[in-house]
């Protein structure tokens, strides 16, 4: 494998979303173009009550999907088109807001440690005013092998080792990885050269291409027409995931939750959700 080098490590920004949620952006506005497919990421992970009790109250969404990964913790889903769901540890929640969506994320726990992942997915122009979907995939839904080095990996979305993850999508067509590396591991995985691809570690310390990546950190990896693949390595226990997918090359337009391609349909997606058109 020809293995993709590290183009740049971005530094996670810490904000509050939702009621007051405490979590760590990885993925900004910023990286959107570099990022194509993907729009936002963020972690959140706290063991403290006060940091993730109020939620995310009644919110609408318009243009994109979004994928919550639960690490640990509880997360009760609800939304206006009658889905109702129980996240729990190891679980996802893949949703597309399509055209339009209003629903709540709210914890359900009062103590004990919260932790995961969201992550926005572009929607092609064809597909941005589909109908809402979604579904819940438990812990017990997602593929999982361990490699002979020991390293277990589990399969959200996309292909890896011949093992078909909880997700697929033709257009974009993402992979999302969560890799638990043990100590003097490597992990390898194919990448078309074209995707553009990202790793975030979130337990201890990797190494890509002889560049060290640490905790709450994310490396955007380098796309080069020569370079199949990533390898990772753990010289001690580590834990990331590792997303990619096939950019869609088509104007962005943002307002808050609605993600569209030119501002008269921003415009449009305010007007409706106002209007009580989600």
Do not use: C
């Amino acid at each position: 494998m020809s293995a993709r080098t590290i183009e740049s490590i971005v530094a996670g920004q810490q904000v509050t979303d939702g009621a007051g949620v405490r979590i760590t952006r990885l993925l900004t506005q910023a990286q959107q173009r570099r990022l194509d497919p993907f729009l936002m990421l963020d972690n959140f992970r706290s063991d403290d009550p006060k940091d993730y009790i109020a939620g995310f109250p009644d919110h609408p969404h318009r243009g994109f999907e979004t994928v919550t990964y639960m690490i640990a913790g509880r997360m009760r889903h609800r939304d206006n088109a009658g889905h109702e769901g129980l996240l729990e540890n190891g679980g996802i929640q893949w949703m597309v807001a399509g055209r339009g969506i209003v629903h709540s994320e709210m914890p359900e726990q009062e103590d004990g440690a919260m932790e995961g992942f969201q992550l926005w997915l572009n929607l092609p122009a064809a597909n941005k005013m589909a109908d809402p979907w979604y579904r819940d995939f438990q812990s017990a839904d997602i593929p999982e092998y361990t490699t002979p080095d020991g390293v277990t990996v589990r399969v959200i979305a996309g292909e890896s080792q011949l093992r078909q993850g909880a997700v697929t999508r033709e257009v974009t067509e993402p992979l999302y990885l969560d890799i638990h590396l043990p100590a003097s591991s490597r992990f390898e995985q194919a990448l078309p050269p074209g995707h553009n691809a990202f790793v975030v570690v979130y337990r201890g310390e990797v190494a890509i291409a002889g560049r060290k990546l640490r905790e709450r950190q994310m490396a955007i990896l380098a796309n080069a027409t020569d370079a199949d693949g990533v390898i990772i390595e753990a010289s001690s226990g580590a834990k990331a995931i590792l997303v990619a997918g096939r950019p869609l090359n088509e104007p962005i337009a943002q307002h808050g939750p609605f993600v569209m391609n030119t501002q008269e349909q921003i415009v449009a997606a305010v007007r409706d959700y106002q209007a009580g058109r989600f």
